[in-house]
């Protein structure tokens, strides 16, 4: 499953099945990217970074994709578990700054 | 020490009344943050210090509110004659550096709800 446009709230994919959560950044100035996993109740939990010198990143089950001419961040999710159901967040940090600014979120649930 | 602590969890008030917050981050952290949450939003940044010193405030930090730090190590969050529209979670994190996977670790939340 793949969630498309600037936002999309909600994601819905097959356990076992590949998702990817789309993220449309706003500042050209932005050097280091973040992809948080929140379940309900807890803070936000680092997944995978990128900074703005990689086009690619790879973690265990999950890749960071950033494009810069088009301003956009994707979240691959390989094998989706239900434990990755989950709203999740991308965040942007603006060079010169220390604060992240975040992304609307997706909701992503794993239907069994 | 296994991870940012913040106290209380929930926190009900009435509109007018004070209401503080605490963090407790990782103790080896010199880098603590604020940033506030609504339901349905990502969290929005409102104030970062190094040690004890408060290096970045946002507009969203009103007169009404104040963080501290001072000893560089827990830090508190107030808010003085609360509205109805600070309610939120309040979330604490912090880091050793920024980027590259120095730990930027959040905290559990505090809820606060403005009645």
């Known amino acids: 499953g793949e969630s498309v446009g600037l936002h999309l709230p909600t994601l819905s994919v097959q356990e076992g099945d590949n998702s990817i959560i789309n993220c449309a950044y706003s500042?050209?100035?932005?050097?280091?990217f973040i992809w948080y996993k929140q379940e309900s109740g807890k803070g936000p939990q680092f997944i995978i970074d990128?900074?703005?010198?990689?086009d690619k990143r790879q973690g265990q089950r999950v890749t960071v994709l950033l494009n810069k001419t088009v301003k956009h961040l994707s979240l691959q999710i390989a094998a989706t578990q239900p434990g990755d159901s989950a709203v999740y967040f991308c965040a942007e940090n603006i060079v010169g700054t220390q604060k992240l600014v975040f992304g609307q979120g997706t909701r992503l649930t794993i239907n069994p | 020490d296994t991870g940012v602590s913040q106290n209380p969890r929930h926190k009900i008030t009435k509109r007018g009344q004070n209401v503080t917050f605490r963090c407790d981050p990782i103790s080896e952290h010199n880098r603590l943050y604020w940033y506030r949450q609504t339901l349905g939003q990502g969290p929005e940044f409102l104030t970062y210090f190094q040690n004890e010193a408060q290096l970045e405030k946002s507009r969203l930090l009103s007169d009404r509110f104040s963080a501290e730090r001072p000893k560089g190590s827990f830090s508190t969050l107030e808010i003085q004659r609360t509205e109805q529209g600070d309610s939120a979670m309040y979330l604490c994190?912090?880091?050793?550096?920024?980027?590259?996977?120095?730990?930027?670790?959040f905290g559990s939340g505090t809820r606060l709800t403005v009645v």
């Open positions: 994190a912090s880091s050793l550096k920024l980027a590259g996977n120095y730990g930027y670790t």
């Open positions: 990128i900074r703005s010198n990689m």
């Open positions: 500042n050209s100035a932005s050097d280091y």
